[in-house]
């Protein structure tokens, strides 16, 4: 069965402390895994999309990467308006499986 | 303003009183669908439509219906709430998710509804 975890399921960090979010899958065929952002009470937000292993894109202080089992996402001197909850996704077929999900605060 | 819309925003509603939540989009895009979202859960798809009158379930499509009888609109049916339906509810739409290529997802802000 599809799977996506993510992890860790919270963190916190000081304004300019750099980290990672992982997001590991185990899909058949993916087609395309996707980064989100969500703000308490709205929808999420896209961030990127990686179609293939080895694949990276960056946008301010994010940058997203793939390999074959999972991505990551670097957050470089982060602000406090980082702090949201930043889900992952992967697209197999027609279908969007999503993560949990990993709620970051980033304190100043 | 290129955006999906859903109401209403908040539900409160009884067990067992039929209820519709409307979705619409004016991107003109193909696919739609439908998530919930449940704290330690993420979001999980309910349905999904590839283009009017085109539908498919998701991973939880027990206890919805869903419609497509309008390119821009894609209501979501509970004919029967219960209370396990209690949860944040978004709708998606994107520009055509075909078999060669993937497409990004627009979300609406969601609905939150209450099943007593």
């Known amino acids: 069965e599809d799977q996506v975890t993510q992890s860790p399921e919270a963190l916190r960090l000081q304004e300019g402390e750099s980290s990672s979010l992982n997001c590991s899958y185990t899909?058949?065929?993916?087609?395309?895994l996707f980064w989100y952002r969500q703000d308490p009470g709205k929808g999420p937000e896209f961030l990127f999309t990686?179609?293939?292993a080895g694949e990276e894109k960056e946008k301010e202080r994010l940058k997203a990467t793939l390999t074959k089992k999972e991505s990551f996402l670097h957050i470089t001197a982060p602000k406090p308006e980082d702090s949201a909850t930043y889900l992952c996704?992967?697209?197999?077929?027609?279908?969007?499986?999503f993560g949990a999900g990993t709620r970051l605060t980033v304190k100043p | 303003e290129a955006q999906v819309t859903q109401n209403p925003r908040y539900l409160i509603t009884v067990t067992g009183k039929k209820l519709t939540v409307t979705c619409s989009q004016n991107?003109?895009?193909?696919?739609m669908s439908w998530y919930r979202q449940d704290p330690g859960l993420g979001l999980r798809q309910i349905y999904y439509?590839?283009?009017?009158?085109?539908?498919d379930k998701g991973d939880v499509p027990e206890g919805y219906k869903v419609s497509r009888k309008e390119k821009r609109n894609f209501p979501l049916i509970l004919e029967s709430p219960s209370p396990n339906q209690t949860s944040l509810y978004f709708c998606?739409?994107?520009?055509?998710?075909?078999?060669?290529?993937?497409?990004?997802?627009?979300f609406g802000p969601g609905t939150r509804l209450t099943v007593l």
């Open positions: 996704a992967v697209q197999a077929d027609l279908d969007m499986r």
């Open positions: 990686l179609y293939s």
């Open positions: 899909v058949s065929g993916l087609r395309g």
């Open positions: 998606a739409s994107s520009l055509a998710p075909m078999r060669s290529y993937t497409d990004t997802q627009y």
């Open positions: 439509s590839m283009n009017v009158e085109v539908t």
């Open positions: 991107m003109n895009h193909e696919y």
